[in-house]
């Protein structure tokens, strides 16, 4: 199974810049959108940004020009550099990925598209 592995939250002041980091791992062929989303309490998930393969990006605008998402595919990354963080930015950030991977059975080995989520790491901005 692909698994993601976020780094990278923590307490931050307002004004100020994290870099979140998403690993992925497991039998994987292809990825194809690789995205930050975040949740707090009560509401639901909501789209921070994301990137395709050929690395065209989306963002929220409510962090457009603050926030930089970026891949690095052959070490199966992405990154989201925060800048300019407020208060309302406090969330936990989860990593998304979708793609296709290898599923390995007794007799035949098959191709499965996948969509797999973090567990999703903590931003605190506030002084």
């Known amino acids: 199974q692909v698994q993601l592995v976020e780094s990278g939250g923590g307490l931050v002041q307002p004004g100020g810049s994290l870099r979140l980091s998403c690993a992925a791992s497991?039998?994987?062929?292809?990825?194809?959108?690789m995205g930050w989303y975040r949740q707090t309490p009560g509401k639901e998930r909501e789209l921070v940004a994301v990137i395709t393969s050929g690395d065209i990006t989306n963002y929220a605008d409510s962090v457009k020009g603050r926030f930089t998402i970026s891949r690095d595919n052959a070490k199966k990354t992405v990154h989201l550099q925060m800048n300019s963080l407020k208060p309302a930015d406090t969330a936990v950030y989860y990593c998304?990925?979708?793609?296709?991977?290898?599923?390995?059975?007794?007799?035949?080995?098959?191709?499965?598209?996948?969509?797999?989520w973090g567990q999703g790491t903590q931003v605190i901005v506030s002084s």
């Open positions: 497991g039998s994987i062929i292809k990825i194809n959108a």
């Open positions: 998304n990925a979708d793609g296709t991977q290898l599923i390995f059975g007794p007799i035949e080995t098959n191709e499965v598209d996948f969509r797999s």
